[in-house]
Protein backbone atom coordinates (compact mmCIF):
# COMPACT_ATOMS: atom_id res chain seq x y z
CA UNK A 1 0.00 0.00 0.00
CA UNK A 2 1.04 3.62 -1.18
CA UNK A 3 1.89 5.61 1.98
CA UNK A 4 3.11 9.30 2.88
CA UNK A 5 3.04 9.61 7.01
CA UNK A 6 3.81 13.04 8.81
CA UNK A 7 4.96 13.24 12.20
CA UNK A 8 6.41 16.14 14.46
CA UNK A 9 3.69 18.46 14.53
CA UNK A 10 2.70 19.56 17.87
CA UNK A 11 2.18 23.08 20.05
CA UNK A 12 4.92 25.89 19.95
CA UNK A 13 5.56 28.87 20.98
CA UNK A 14 6.18 31.66 18.36
CA UNK A 15 9.45 31.84 17.78
CA UNK A 16 10.30 28.44 18.31
CA UNK A 17 11.19 25.34 16.11
CA UNK A 18 9.48 21.98 14.83
CA UNK A 19 10.95 19.86 12.26
CA UNK A 20 8.14 17.65 10.29
CA UNK A 21 8.92 14.03 8.69
CA UNK A 22 7.49 12.91 5.45
CA UNK A 23 7.92 9.20 5.42
CA UNK A 24 7.08 6.93 2.90
CA UNK A 25 5.72 3.36 2.75
CA UNK A 26 4.98 1.00 -0.06
CA UNK A 27 7.13 3.15 -2.92
CA UNK A 28 10.31 4.67 -3.49
CA UNK A 29 10.37 8.19 -2.61
CA UNK A 30 13.71 9.17 -4.18
CA UNK A 31 11.95 9.26 -7.63
CA UNK A 32 9.14 11.66 -6.76
CA UNK A 33 9.61 15.99 -5.90
CA UNK A 34 8.17 16.16 -2.73
CA UNK A 35 5.71 19.17 -1.13
CA UNK A 36 4.50 20.54 2.08
CA UNK A 37 1.19 22.24 1.84
CA UNK A 38 -0.86 23.54 4.98
CA UNK A 39 -4.00 24.13 5.22
CA UNK A 40 -5.17 27.11 8.31
CA UNK A 41 -8.67 26.75 9.95
CA UNK A 42 -11.36 28.35 7.18
CA UNK A 43 -8.93 28.69 4.52
CA UNK A 44 -7.51 27.08 1.33
CA UNK A 45 -4.60 24.60 1.01
CA UNK A 46 -1.53 26.64 0.08
CA UNK A 47 1.84 24.95 -1.04
CA UNK A 48 4.68 25.68 1.42
CA UNK A 49 8.05 24.09 0.09
CA UNK A 50 8.79 21.41 -3.00
CA UNK A 51 11.89 19.57 -3.35
CA UNK A 52 13.35 18.05 -6.18
CA UNK A 53 14.03 14.11 -6.29
CA UNK A 54 17.53 14.61 -5.84
CA UNK A 55 17.47 17.25 -3.65
CA UNK A 56 18.95 19.40 -5.94
CA UNK A 57 16.41 22.04 -6.04
CA UNK A 58 14.09 23.76 -4.03
CA UNK A 59 11.63 26.11 -3.54
CA UNK A 60 9.82 28.56 -0.93
CA UNK A 61 6.79 30.03 -0.51
CA UNK A 62 6.98 33.55 0.63
CA UNK A 63 5.82 33.63 3.56
CA UNK A 64 8.03 31.25 5.00
CA UNK A 65 11.04 32.11 3.11
CA UNK A 66 14.55 32.43 5.37
CA UNK A 67 12.34 30.27 8.41
CA UNK A 68 11.79 27.11 6.81
CA UNK A 69 14.12 24.73 5.42
CA UNK A 70 13.28 21.36 3.21
CA UNK A 71 15.36 19.00 2.86
CA UNK A 72 15.16 14.58 2.29
CA UNK A 73 17.00 11.88 3.00
CA UNK A 74 16.69 9.37 0.46
CA UNK A 75 18.01 6.54 2.00
CA UNK A 76 15.56 6.81 5.35
CA UNK A 77 12.86 7.35 1.97
CA UNK A 78 11.91 10.26 4.29
CA UNK A 79 11.30 14.34 3.31
CA UNK A 80 11.83 16.93 6.38
CA UNK A 81 11.11 20.65 6.82
CA UNK A 82 12.22 22.57 9.63
CA UNK A 83 10.25 25.33 10.57
CA UNK A 84 12.16 28.35 12.57
CA UNK A 85 10.70 31.46 13.95
CA UNK A 86 7.45 30.11 13.61
CA UNK A 87 4.38 32.36 13.50
CA UNK A 88 0.86 32.20 14.84
CA UNK A 89 -0.11 32.58 11.19
CA UNK A 90 1.91 29.23 10.49
CA UNK A 91 -0.86 27.48 12.72
CA UNK A 92 -2.42 24.90 10.11
CA UNK A 93 -2.09 20.95 9.21
CA UNK A 94 0.76 20.35 7.15
CA UNK A 95 0.45 17.49 4.60
CA UNK A 96 2.86 16.22 2.54
CA UNK A 97 2.78 15.25 -0.98
CA UNK A 98 4.61 13.44 -3.79
CA UNK A 99 4.60 14.12 -7.87
CA UNK A 100 6.79 12.70 -10.19
CA UNK A 101 7.59 15.78 -11.81
CA UNK A 102 9.24 19.12 -9.79
CA UNK A 103 7.33 21.36 -11.91
CA UNK A 104 3.70 20.13 -10.96
CA UNK A 105 4.95 20.83 -7.38
CA UNK A 106 3.53 24.64 -7.38
CA UNK A 107 0.04 23.14 -6.98
CA UNK A 108 -1.86 20.57 -4.79
CA UNK A 109 -3.59 19.72 -8.28
CA UNK A 110 0.11 18.40 -9.69
CA UNK A 111 0.26 15.74 -6.65
CA UNK A 112 -0.37 12.21 -6.75
CA UNK A 113 0.18 11.02 -2.96
CA UNK A 114 -0.86 12.74 -0.27
CA UNK A 115 -0.56 12.17 3.71
CA UNK A 116 -3.02 12.68 6.16
CA UNK A 117 -1.39 15.68 7.54
CA UNK A 118 0.36 16.93 10.77
CA UNK A 119 -1.22 19.51 13.18
CA UNK A 120 0.99 22.40 13.93
CA UNK A 121 0.07 25.26 16.48
CA UNK A 122 2.24 28.17 17.12
CA UNK A 123 0.39 29.89 20.04
CA UNK A 124 1.50 31.71 23.59
Known amino acids: QLQLVESGGGLVQPGGSLRLSCAAS????????VGWFRQAPGKEREGVSC????????SYADSVKGRFTISRDNAKNTVYLQMNSLKPEDTAVYYC?????????????????WGKGALVTVSS
Open 26 to 33: GFTLRYYA
Open 97 to 113: AATSLFRLCVSQYGMDY
Open 51 to 58: IESSGGST
